[in-house]
């Protein structure tokens, strides 16, 4: 895991913080700590790690279909036997055999699981080659949704769980084209090394646990359980849902797709641009987002951070018009509100506004400022 190069916004975001601390409505949920390990840990030192303040591990059991972690044993076992809950991850080489064939590798080779309370559901580490045949391993995005489907649908049959997909934001939107086709049943582990584990892959409302850095007090990777000690329990003896993240600013860059880029679109045209609103993150939408930080004197490096933004978006309120109340009602019609999309802010949109906000806990006065806006767009 983290075997590349970080991305743009991983840099900027990593400026901001390693450990994300809840706030608001997420205060109540407890994060606790965990981490990932494989053979380049070697034997590792259990009692002092769950001394140190681990709950749960992660341990690399397989890759492809002809590599065991020469330490499984020691570290699986021993992780056990300090108190933490813990699981098996497969790291997953999608050009050298099917899904189901490296499912079949990680079952027979510890990926197992079992209802004791004690074990994770297996970990499919789905990311960057490490080796030559290009990030998506020579596969296109339909090809790829594909192998992933083979993979969970045999670790489920063989465990009667589905397997946690590990994976980046960036490389899933490359990859896959940012399908949600994973959402509803497997539960997500995002590895995003920043203040926030936002923004997360297409369908994903929120996380189960995230890869928050690659070195700390403990060895290996950083981890957190988006929950507490009961829930982690519950999550390894079967299902659980965790909390939704707390409203953060998501990183938004080329080669994205989707609803938020359409907001990215639909705000950048409210500042006097002409982009098409498609959705798609291309070099011409970079462009203009590079031209707009640069006239409004922020790093102009073509990435949709905190600080693009909060230049970004502007108020909008009933009796408004243009693309921001677009961009409103298109987001708003994603969050489920049953509403036109013709940039004209009259009584229905005031009235959807004023919904979503006292379901997210804001001061519910249909009026479309920052934090509605965050909101709206986390």
């Not at 994060?31 to 380049?40: A, E, I, K, N």
């Not at 990311?127 to 045949?133: A, I, K, M, R, T």
């Amino acid at each position: 895991m983290f075997r590349t190069a970080l991305t743009a916004a991983t840099l900027c975001a990593l400026l901001g913080g390693l450990l994300w601390e809840p706030t608001g409505a997420a205060a109540a949920t407890t994060s606790l700590r965990g981490l990932d390990v494989s053979g380049y840990q070697g034997n590792v030192d259990w009692p002092a790690v769950a001394a140190g303040g681990a709950s749960f591990a992660y341990i690399k059991a397989t890759e492809s279909t002809g590599h065991v972690n020469g330490y499984f044993g020691q570290q699986y076992n021993g992780a056990a036997s300090a108190g933490l809950i813990r699981g098996a991850y497969h790291f997953a080489h999608p050009d050298a055999s099917s899904g189901s064939a490296q499912a079949d590798f990680f079952v027979d080779h510890g990926g197992g699981w079992t209802a004791d309370g004690r074990t994770l559901p297996g970990a499919l580490d789905i990311e960057y080659n490490p080796g030559s045949g290009g990030t998506c391993y020579g596969l296109g995005r339909t090809a790829m949704i594909g192998w992933i489907a083979s993979f969970t649908a045999r670790y489920r049959s063989r465990t009667g769980r589905s397997p946690v997909i590990y994976t980046t934001t960036d490389w899933w939107n490359t990859c896959t084209g940012n399908t949600d086709t994973f959402a509803v049943d497997d539960p997500l582990w995002i590895a995003r090394p920043a203040a926030s584990p936002l923004s997360l892959p297409n369908g994903w409302s929120t996380y189960t646990f995230w890869q928050n850095h690659g070195a700390g007090t403990f060895p290996g990777d950083q981890d957190v359980f988006n929950g507490g000690p009961a829930d982690l329990r519950a999550f390894a003896l079967g299902d659980y849902t965790p909390p939704p993240p707390p409203p953060s600013w998501p990183y938004v860059q080329q080669n994205q797709t989707g609803r938020v880029v359409t907001t990215v679109q639909y705000l950048l045209n409210e500042h006097g641009t002409s982009l098409a609103v498609d959705g798609v993150f291309g070099a011409g939408t970079r462009a203009v987002v590079v031209a707009f930080q640069s006239a409004a004197g922020l790093t102009a490096d073509g990435v949709v951070g905190p600080d693009t933004w909060q230049r970004l978006v502007v108020t909008v309120r009933q009796g408004g018009t243009g693309p921001a109340v677009r961009a409103a009602q298109a987001e708003l019609a994603a969050h489920g509100a049953t509403l036109a999309v013709d940039g004209v802010f009259g009584p229905a949109t005031a009235a959807a506004v004023a919904a979503f906000q006292s379901g997210r806990g804001l001061p519910a006065d249909g009026v479309v400022d920052a934090a509605t806006w965050q909101a709206l767009v986390s």
